[in-house]
């Protein structure tokens, strides 16, 4: 993963890209492309030239009328990335460190870069600073907390080959997803990518799902790719697991981002370029993925979530997909779902929706059963039944032979019936002088 170059606000605080840089494959990514950016000699025209470069993006999820709705207080965050600085500026007092899955990774004696991880937090959570909070990077839940979890490393880490080869990190998204839930997190943001499922993650989802989690990632980079033979970029996980909100990236023009996968997983889209958000000590970052999207997405699930906190992970996602905006021809397609997430529309589709909710209990409790345990009591194993082909043949011809003797006496039967017939046998009797006494 590359991300542009942080942005001291201590200097100038206007920004040039220079080019495109390709994300490096690994095992587990974060979910981000970025291009390079420099800090340019121009003055800051304004006061604040981080919120303002925020505006086109609050528009476009309509965040600011969403926001006298709700604001995701009480709402818990869990980010399942590279660690979160909870020291920054826009995020401090709003962030609560969870479990480290990666733990032992880097050598001793080294700390946690924690870049991807802050950026993504505060695109969710951030609360600004300065007078009225009116400085710095403003999330779509900024009254939300952050629970960080650790289960990535940044390549640029040292220990980074050792955690993406060592088998011993095989399922720390699954056991971060678990952690997660049992810290009470609301929703869990995973701006991760991997190619190939795990049984523990599938387990995992479930169990969150089950205890009114509701989870998002991102859909994956690789769009721009060669499609496989059926037309579609690769699916990736979590992504991809029912249940989970996939997440595409839109440009500028709101439409399909040439980098974000398309595949039928894709469930919504919502901004992914160019998107500034904090970095740790202070800093600010530009990048553009399907990471910046699956945060604001999940921001927007802390909205609703906040509001009407008893809605199930399912019901939640089709606020979300009844709210969405630039809906494409048809509905859906693959490459930006049922559309753009607008948050004020979402909450408005919740309000309706809550009205139905129904919570089903059963012999499990409200808490849900844990999949990954069994259910019920033990059965016994399931019968084969192993057929003689000899025999079934043999039968058969047997069947078949006697079915065309029973034909063939039948016609012997109706031409012998035919010819032992008289002539006169079906004529029309004349009348019977006795038996009629009337002329």
Do not use: C
């Not at 479930?206 to 037309?231: C, F």
């Not at 595409?248 to 398309?262: H, M, W």
């Not at 008289?422 to 038996?435: C, I, M, N, Q, Y």
């Amino acid at each position: 993963m590359t991300l542009r170059a942080p942005v001291s606000l201590r200097g100038s605080r206007a920004l040039r890209a220079l080019g495109d840089a390709v994300a490096r494959a690994m095992p587990v990514l974060l979910a981000a492309v970025a291009v390079p950016a420099v800090l340019a000699p121009v003055p800051a025209a304004r006061a604040d030239d981080v919120r303002d470069s925020q505006r086109e993006v609050l528009r476009t999820l309509d965040l600011p009328a969403a926001w006298r709705i709700s604001e995701g207080r009480g709402v818990t965050v869990a980010v399942l990335d590279s660690g979160v600085d909870r020291d920054h500026r826009d995020l401090v007092g709003s962030v609560t460190e969870g479990k480290d899955f990666t733990a032992g990774a880097n050598p001793p004696g080294v700390s946690p870069l924690r870049l991807h991880g802050t950026y993504m937090a505060s695109l969710i959570a951030g609360h600004g600073h300065g007078p009225g909070g009116a400085d710095g990077v403003i999330g779509v839940a900024p009254r939300a907390r952050v629970l960080s979890v650790r289960v990535i490393l940044e390549d640029e880490e040292p220990g980074f080959r050792e955690f993406n080869t060592a088998e011993r990190y095989e399922n720390v998204v699954a056991r971060g997803i678990r952690h997660a839930v049992d810290r009470g997190a609301d929703v869990i943001n995973m701006s991760i990518s991997k190619e190939l499922a795990t049984r523990e993650e599938r387990s995992a989802i479930r169990y969150a799902i089950s205890k009114g989690v509701v989870l998002v990632a991102a859909a994956g980079n690789e769009g721009a790719e060669e499609t496989d033979a059926s037309g579609y970029a690769p699916y990736s996980y979590p992504a991809a697991f029912p249940g989970v909100v996939s997440v595409a990236a839109t440009d500028r023009g709101l439409r399909r981002a040439s980098f974000s996968n398309r595949n039928p997983s894709v469930l919504v889209a919502a901004p992914g370029v160019d998107i500034l958000g904090a970095g740790p000590g202070d800093e600010y970052w530009v990048g553009r993925g399907t990471s910046q999207a699956t945060a604001l997405v999940s921001g927007v699930v802390a909205l609703i979530k906040a509001k009407y906190p008893k809605m199930s992970p399912a019901l939640v996602v089709q606020a979300i997909t009844v709210g969405a905006t630039r809906r494409p021809t048809g509905g859906y397609d693959t490459g930006t779902g049922f559309g753009v997430v607008n948050a004020t529309r979402a909450l408005a589709a919740a309000a309706r929706i809550s009205r139905h909710t129904l919570t089903a209990e059963g012999a499990g409790g409200a808490g849900g059963h844990d999949p990954a345990r069994p259910l019920g009591l033990a059965v016994e194993p399931v019968r084969v039944v192993h057929r003689d082909r000899d025999r079934i043949t043999l039968y058969g011809g047997v069947a078949v032979a006697a079915g065309l003797g029973a034909v063939v006496s039948l016609i012997a039967l109706a031409v012998f019936v035919g010819r032992t017939r008289s002539p006169g046998a079906f004529e029309k009797p004349g009348p019977d002088p006795v038996a009629s006494p009337w002329p």
